[in-house]
């Protein structure tokens, strides 16, 4: 049973457009909700994190955007750069262990 | 060190050996996970390590598998008579637990059994 999903396994999109990564969740009880992004051969890297009481937190070109009544949060990147391409894996927390998705390859096409 | 330490960072073994993977978690991180990828799948979780608490093994796909962490450093993850399916990247992540639930990651171990 995934609690963290990622519906797309891969998006492509044009280098300067946006990129937007999507992902559900089942568990109400989830309070923190993060993104990672992976190169290969590298472990995944900390990108960005929301905290359920917010809706919307932003860091430079990189917005999760968090509907709680859809149990859904987003990933927008823009503009998107040639080193924005890799895995993204969405993840939430419970305050204990984190969980995450199957991850979404993005390429930057240029 | 500054970050997350595995090693090996590659290991080779025949089906039915023992391994033991070694993670060095951040100074000071109460928490520390243990996760999995298979070759093209998502990051599985195995087990989680809180401070002095009970593990969470809940992750863990068989009796093979078991992990130890000493206090708040160094965690061993064990997998008796290896299978095939074992093989994938095992990726240690520890966090300071301060109010954010960020987790910082290891380069990981590659298993491959052959």
């Known amino acids: 049973d995934q609690q963290v999903k990622q519906n797309s396994p891969s998006l492509s999109v044009q280098e300067g457009r946006i990129s937007i990564l999507n992902c559900d969740y089942t568990?109400?009880?989830?309070?923190?909700f993060l993104w990672y992004k992976k190169y290969p051969a590298e472990g995944p890297t900390f990108l960005i994190s929301?905290?359920?009481?917010?809706d919307k937190n932003e860091d430079g070109r990189f917005t999760v955007f968090l509907n709680k009544s859809a149990k859904h949060l987003s990933l927008h990147i823009v503009p998107s750069q040639p080193g924005d391409s890799a895995v993204y894996f969405c993840?939430?927390?419970?305050?204990?262990?984190?969980?995450f998705g199957k991850g979404t390859r993005l390429h930057i096409l240029p | 060190g500054a970050g997350v330490s595995q090693s090996p960072s590659n290991k080779v073994t025949e089906k039915g050996k023992d391994v033991e993977l070694r993670c060095d978690p951040i100074?000071?991180?109460?928490?520390l996970y243990w996760y999995r990828q298979r070759l093209g799948q998502g990051l599985e979780f195995l087990i989680y390590?809180?401070?002095?608490?009970?593990?969470?093994k809940s992750g863990l796909p068989s009796d093979r598998f078991s992990a130890e962490r000493t206090g708040e450093s160094v965690s061993t993850l064990t997998i008796q008579r290896t299978q095939q399916e074992d093989s994938a990247v095992y990726l240690c992540?520890?966090?300071?637990?301060?109010?954010?639930?960020?987790?910082?990651f290891g380069q990981g171990t590659r298993l491959t059994v052959v």
């Open positions: 390590f809180q401070g002095n608490s009970a593990p969470d």
């Open positions: 100074s000071g991180h109460t928490a």
């Open positions: 993840a939430a927390s419970d305050r204990d262990k984190i969980i």
């Open positions: 929301i905290s359920s009481i917010k």
């Open positions: 992540a520890s966090s300071p637990m301060t109010g954010s639930a960020e987790a910082f």
């Open positions: 568990n109400s009880m989830f309070d923190y």
